[in-house]
């Protein structure tokens, strides 16, 4: 069974500054997706990134982006230039791929992460 | 705002009652997931539907009855529930293809069970 762990249940950072949030994850897959979803104080779950374990760069979005480590089953997400607006909590996620019809999510527990003024 | 919508925002209910969560997506997807988020823990996969069949059943306790009539709507019905059911309930969709692996998630419905 794969399983999801994020090590940091809370972490601050000052405005315009960056942040790392740290993942690992277990899997005996070598084909997968990780994700990482953003929930803000709104509840809705908004992706922010998406990796596939077969690609060997990692993935960037403007001011977001990974390290990913698959030997090390590593999966941490990099905020650059942080704003208030990132405020939230941090879900990382796991989806083996060729899920087929149930494309079914593991998640961790989050990280809340609050960007101070 | 990724176009899936969840109703009730909020619910309260006692556990002899019987009330429904609603979801509706229009983005096109033809899979449509409920999840249930409690504090401190890991979503938890609860039901998944492709083409409005059934494909995932998480092992959910028989007070929780989902339904899907349409690609478009998701319904999850509630009776007799516990304290311990009280969370918040995520809806999400995906698409076909090579976009499959991307759930869209609606706000959630915040049910707490008196």
């Known amino acids: 069974a794969q399983t999801v762990t994020q090590s940091q249940p809370e972490m601050s950072v000052q405005e315009a500054e960056t942040v790392t949030l740290s993942c690992t994850y277990d899997?005996?897959?070598?084909?997968?997706?990780l994700f990482w979803y953003k929930q803000p104080p709104s509840r809705q779950m908004i992706l922010v990134i998406r990796q596939e374990a077969y690609k060997q760069q990692n993935a960037t979005e403007n001011r977001f982006s990974v390290n990913f480590q698959k030997a090390a089953k590593s999966f941490s997400l990099k905020i650059s230039d942080s704003q208030l607006g990132d405020t939230a909590m941090y879900f990382c996620a796991f989806m083996k791929h060729g899920s087929g019809a149930t494309n079914k999510l593991i998640f961790g527990t989050g990280t809340l992460l609050a960007v101070q003024p | 705002e990724t176009g899936v919508t969840q109703t009730p925002r909020h619910l309260v209910m006692g556990m002899t009652n019987k009330k429904s969560l609603k979801c509706e997506q229009h983005?096109?997807?033809?899979?449509m997931y409920w999840y249930k988020q409690s504090a401190k823990k890991p979503l938890e996969l609860m039901f998944v539907?492709?083409?409005?069949?059934?494909?995932e059943n998480n092992s959910v306790p028989s007070r929780f009855s989902p339904e899907c009539p349409n690609s478009s709507h998701l319904f999850l019905h509630l009776h007799t529930l516990q304290p311990e059911d009280s969370a918040l309930y995520l809806c999400?969709?995906?698409?076909?293809?090579?976009?499959?692996?991307?759930?869209?998630f609606g706000a959630g419905t915040r049910l707490s069970v008196l």
């Open positions: 999400a969709s995906s698409p076909r293809g090579q976009g499959a692996n991307i759930q869209y």
């Open positions: 539907y492709n083409f409005k069949e059934q494909t």
């Open positions: 983005l096109g997807h033809n899979a």
């Open positions: 899997t005996s897959e070598n084909n997968y997706y």
